[in-house]
């Protein structure tokens, strides 16, 4: 056995000892899918139940006529019409939340229609995006009455309704399930595995370098009779194995929250099934495997440098927002992947993703991704292993 | 054996000791060893005497080839802690007072993985791990965590550990600190085990009563320079039957009058 691999198997058995590795490493990813999942579907189906099951207060401003509303509103089921005098008052009780919204119609509303003109109603609401099942339900009905009211001047007019349609437009969507869905889904989940692989990797090349300086034992490791590199090959493969871990252990959690959480909507089951296809799944730890090598190497020299594991995780903590802002940046729309977006860290990784999961592989800039990303591990290991290499750094 | 010839090891300093440097640096420069010679020899035990900051650290270090010299030469069991580190540190058991184990491991499977960094033959650890264990008393805890272990029990793994492959040269950095009387004992009695085997054993501390239990030669040290270099035996003799504090404390004013 190699002396790497002696160092590698004693570092692996003592980091799956390890308590809080295990929960950042496994419990957290493996379950985070899942009780996501679950729990938004279940929010969103309570809200829409309680949104349209909720009885409306509409209140009425009949300025000048339309009482057809009123009473279109007051035979709906779940709609209760309240009239209001004044407009301002009316704004008020909306404002106080009394009421869901004012309909207001112009003054001379009857008269205006009878006279077969347009006119005009203005509708006050809390348009926020939890009132959007409420405020759908005020407009809806409001579209009725509008219909109603077309249907009365076509009748006076002695015309058919279905005269004024003269185009009718039906879209076909050719989009695959994918191509759809790649935009949302296919930010969020290389955002998530980033950094599940930049979590993963965290505490044990903290435990493994600082760790071991603070109790002491990294001198007596030192002192057998093993090189240097060979040492740190050893804890280096410890590291990247627990974060490519943790990344795919999150994969497992998403087919198994897909799998078994109710109300996932079906395309995006279809969509995550597709991703979960062997080639895709290769092809996306082909581009995990060298960032976690550059966060492992990382993270190490860092946490080298450090005098305790608090030292360390101190150091590393400022770190977040910096992995997290450029996958975050590859969830925006419209942020593609080109020559120079391969080139930037962490955003090339998760705009490459993007693409994978699109099914829209532009070979070239892969391949600058690839090349850009096995540049930044070298780099990495070459500093960690200077720093590792440094009395200085060792006995800080 | 272990061969320490005109030694220097120098350090920047940073921070507060660079803006008020001690007495005994030389511009940003902090002298740990300044021109250290001494041979320890087998089947002798060499104590390393000096105050906290002494220096003592630093030079076992450089034996245990942690540090590199910045000049001079340290050679263990003939191999140049420098050119031949690997061969060196080889032939090196190493325990200090300031070290802990791995806590999530067992007993036993923390003496393997020293046997194995050391490339020991499995025939050649079973029968040296049985007789150490047995000497020591671990059976009975050998597969508890070390984590769970008492201090005294954690001492017992710590010799253990050290001694498994069985080295020429043993170095001990201030072994006893913290520890309780009954553990330092413990120590103590490895320190002699391992003179009686005949190895070179360099012991460094600043406790008076644990030199006389085991000292044969005696070097003190303060600010990175030799004050004596002698048997343990002419150092007492020149005392005119003074306590060894005294003895020690007394050389200490001579080199800074």
């Known amino acids: ?396 | 054996m272990i061969e320490v010839i005109d030694l220097v090891k120098s350090f920047r300093a940073t921070g507060r000791r660079r803006r008020e440097p001690a007495e005994a640096d030389r511009g940003d420069l902090i002298f740990a060893a300044d021109g250290v010679s001494f041979t320890c020899a087998p089947g002798r035990v060499f104590s390393l005497l000096g105050p906290n900051g002494a220096g003592k650290t630093t030079i076992l270090r450089v034996i245990a080839t942690l540090m590199r010299p910045t000049s001079g030469t340290v050679r263990v069991a003939g191999f140049d802690t420098v050119s031949r580190a690997r061969q060196a540190r080889a032939s090196l058991g190493f325990l200090t007072g300031s070290t802990r184990l791995y806590d999530r491991l067992t007993p036993n499977e923390l003496v393997r993985y020293y046997a194995d960094l050391h490339g020991m033959e499995p025939h050649r650890f079973r029968e040296g791990r049985d007789a150490i264990f047995d000497l020591l008393g671990m059976e009975e805890f050998a597969d508890r965590r070390i984590g769970r272990l008492s201090s005294g029990m954690k001492q017992r793994v710590s010799i253990a550990r050290t001694v498994i492959h069985d080295p020429a040269v043993v170095v001990f950095d201030e072994p006893t600190t913290g520890l309780d009387v009954l553990t330092s004992r413990s120590i103590i009695e490895l320190v002699r085990r391992c003179r009686s085997e005949g190895k070179t054993v360099i012991f460094s501390t600043h406790v008076m009563s644990e030199v006389s239990l085991i000292c044969d030669d005696l070097a003190i040290l303060h600010r990175g320079r030799l004050l004596y270099l002698g048997t343990f035996g002419d150092f007492t003799a020149g005392l005119g039957g003074a306590p060894l504090e005294e003895g020690f404390i007394r050389t200490l004013r001579e080199a800074v009058e």
């Open chain 1, 1 to 396: 056995m190699s002396t790497s691999s002696i160092v590698f198997r004693k570092e692996l058995k003592d980091t799956l000892r390890d308590r809080r590795t295990l929960i950042t490493m496994i419990l957290f990813p493996l379950l985070l899918f899942p009780v996501m999942m679950s729990l938004s579907s279940s929010f969103i189906v309570s809200h829409e139940v309680e949104a349209l099951a909720r009885t409306l207060r509409i209140g009425v401003l009949q300025g000048g006529g339309a009482s057809g509303f009123a009473s279109l509103a007051g035979g709906e089921e779940g709609v209760e019409v309240v009239p209001v005098a004044d407009a301002e008052e009316g704004r008020n009780l909306v404002l106080a939340d009394s009421l869901d919204a004012l309909v207001a119609f112009e003054e001379g509303f009857d008269s205006t229609v009878a006279a077969l003109g347009s006119t005009g109603v203005l509708v006050y609401m809390k348009e926020t995006e939890d009132r959007r099942i409420e405020a759908g339900r005020v407009l809806e009905l409001l579209d009725l009455y509008d219909e109603e009211l077309r249907e009365e001047r076509f009748r006076t007019l002695g015309l058919d309704p279905s005269v004024c349609f003269v185009l009718s437009v039906e879209t076909v969507n050719l989009a695959t399930t994918q191509e759809r869905l790649a935009d949302v889904v296919g930010g969020i989940l290389p955002y998530m595995f980033v950094i599940f692989c930049f979590m993963g990797s965290m505490y044990p090349a903290i435990d493994l370098a600082a760790g071991e300086k603070e109790r002491g034992t990294l001198e007596t490791l030192l002192s057998s009779p093993v090189d240097r590199m060979q040492i740190l090959v050893g804890k280096f493969g410890v590291v990247v194995l627990t974060g490519i871990s943790s990344a795919l252990v999150s994969l497992l959690g998403l087919y198994a929250g897909i799998r078994y959480a109710s109300a996932v909507p079906q395309e995006f089951v279809d969509m995550v099934m597709s991703i979960l296809e062997p080639s895709a799944i290769l092809l996306l730890f082909s581009l995990l495997l060298p960032l976690t090598v550059f966060f492992a190497a990382l993270l190490l020299s860092i946490s080298f440098l450090a005098r305790s594991f608090k030292e360390a995780q101190s150091y590393i903590g400022p770190l977040f927002p910096v992995i997290i802002i450029p996958a975050f940046i590859g969830l925006m729309p419209g942020m593609r992947l080109t020559a120079g977006t391969a080139l930037v860290p962490i955003l090339n990784v998760s705009l490459a993703t993007r693409a994978i999961i699109a099914g829209k592989v532009p070979a070239g800039a892969m391949a600058l991704v690839y090349a850009s990303l096995a540049v930044y591990a070298a780099a990495a290991l070459v500093l960690c292993s200077r720093i590792f290499g440094r009395e200085r750094a060792i006995f800080r």
